[in-house]
């Protein structure tokens, strides 16, 4: 029934909140939204989406070939997705708003080395307010690999449907036995929300993402829902052509949020019904007064608890305070300084990398992190 996930209190508001999305495209994030809706989790979170099954993002190095270095990273890039996409609808009821960060906002985290697949750590930062724009660099030093990419969004409503075009991209660098390194570049998927009208979003992947080696590997992954092709939702099909070829070798196909086969074997090529590992970080008394979870603790709590009067106070508090910075920082010509990433007007890398398989845009921006700490990550260990 239309507004069925609406508590009856909200339902008017939620409507409000429908309309004003149906008006508008940009930055969804600066839209007021009823509280059953709000999530306790800020978007700096996000990135530690990449590394929850870790052992699988490990074995990227392991892989001995170039071809097994492009399935590894595949099957890696594959077994996020649930979580990215789905993981909200498990843990809070439905797809929900994150908290926009604030300019400056860092998230901090690890993941231990257990059975030699070496530690994993995450550094997160928000380099941007206005449009929001969350970067992030995951490392596993004693495997050699770098992930690192930022992440925006340009909203449109379309169909009764949110649409979210990801705005940035992701590198991760391998470094090989012989020292060389290996890049990929990992193109992002289109979003849709749907649900609105019920009251319960949820996210559909639409479209095509791409994952480019610099060795010529390509993977093409497709994504489709209900109804299409295998008329089930989060249905996907990849594909791994070889370099300077447009014929397959490899053909995989199956749902991203629980397991997809390699076609041409039959066995299973993906699995995640199990157990993920979420990401460590350290106590709130330990972290930065600009580590998210200190940041939003209090809001955090109110939404949790449903007190919104308190959410909402505590969020204005920060936003006030934010707000105050910015006039300070004006009026003394000194503007707010990047913690840990500096901007750079084009990636060298992402250039050569999307020209190979003649993706778009020709160019992007990034991020770049830069080794030396302005703080020390809390979680650091
Ligand atoms: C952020 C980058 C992650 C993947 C990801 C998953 C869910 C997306 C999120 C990104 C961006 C913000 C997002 C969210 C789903 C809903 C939310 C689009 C792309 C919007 C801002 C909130 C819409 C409000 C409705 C739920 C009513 O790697």
Partial sequence: LPGEGVPTAQKSSWTTFLKSIASFSGDLSSLTAPP??????????????????????AAIADAQTEQDRSIA?????????????????????????PLNPVLGELFYGFWPDVDGRGQTNLVVEQVSHHPPITAYYLSNPSKGLVLQGHSAQKTSFS?????????????????????GKEEFLITLPRLRIDGLWYGSP???LT??????????????????????FSGRSHSFKAVLTPPESTTPVKRYEGVWHETSKDLDTGETFT????????????PIENMHEFESRRLWQHVAR???????????????????????RRRDEQAAGTPWKRWHFEHIESDPVYERLVKMFNGSPPTEDTYVYQHNYDVTPSAAS
């Fill in 207 to 228: 479209e095509t993402s791409y994952i480019q080696s610099s060795t010529g590997w390509l993977s093409t992954i497709e994504y489709k829902g209900k109804g299409y």
């Fill in 302 to 324: 109110g939404i949790r608890e449903g007190d919104y009067e308190t959410a909402s106070k505590e969020k204005s508090k920060i936003e006030n305070e934010q707000r105050q």
């Fill in 159 to 179: 169909g009764g449907s949110i649409i979210v075009k990801q705005i940035g991209h992701a590198i991760l660098t391998v470094d090989l036995p012989d020292g």
């Fill in 73 to 97: 990273v595949l099957k890696w890039f594959i077994s996020t997705l649930k979580g990215q996409y789905t993981s909200r609808n498990e843990k809070l009821g439905s797809e929900k708003k």
């Fill in 271 to 282: 699995d995640v019904t199990s157990i993920k590992e979420e990401v460590t970080v350290g």
């Fill in 36 to 57: 059953f809706i709000l999530s306790p989790i800020s978007l700096t979170e996000f990135p530690a989406y990449w590394c929850e099954r870790p052992a699988l993002f």
């Fill in 202 to 204: 949820y996210i559909e």
